[in-house]
Nanobody, 124 residues
Framework: QVQLVESGGGLVQAGGSLRLSCVVS????????MGWFRQAPGKEREFVAA????????SYADSIKGRFTVSRDNVKNTLYLQMNSLKPQDTAVYYC?????????????????WGQGTQVTVSS
């Protein structure tokens, strides 16, 4: 069983930055490709970013490209999402997810394990 715990969310003004973390335990972290998703009230969960097992390959949603950066530290068993130039429309609960087979999966159904989420609120 794999456990994922996100942290780093909070309230920030538009234009500000936050760094989310996701600590993974229970299995070998480097065996899993990882992703970030977000869900705003009344909306479906949407893909944000993904990273391959060793971090050599990444993919991003168009809405955040150039502002967010996904990375991982396989020694610390931690996934990161650096979010810069935040906008009010980035407000959502952010989830990290793990999957065993697909390097840069962009669909929620392709992920096997999920964290509980961390709230990010961007004020205008």
């Amino acid at each position: 069983q794999v456990q994922l715990v996100e942290s780093g969310g909070g309230l920030v003004q538009a234009g500000g930055s936050l760094r989310l973390s996701c600590v993974v335990s229970g299995r070998t972290f480097s065996d899993y490709a990882m992703g970030w998703f977000r869900q705003a009230p009344g909306k479906e969960r949407e893909f944000v970013a993904a990273i391959s097992w060793r971090g050599r390959s990444t993919s991003y949603a168009d809405s955040i490209k150039g502002r967010f950066t996904v990375s991982r530290d396989n020694v610390k068993n931690t996934l990161y999402l650096q979010m810069n130039s935040l906008k009010p429309q980035d407000t959502a609960v952010y989830y990290c997810a793990a999957n065993h087979n697909l390097a840069k999966a962009t669909m929620a159904g392709q992920y096997d394990y999920w964290g509980q989420g961390t709230q990010v609120t961007v004020s205008s």
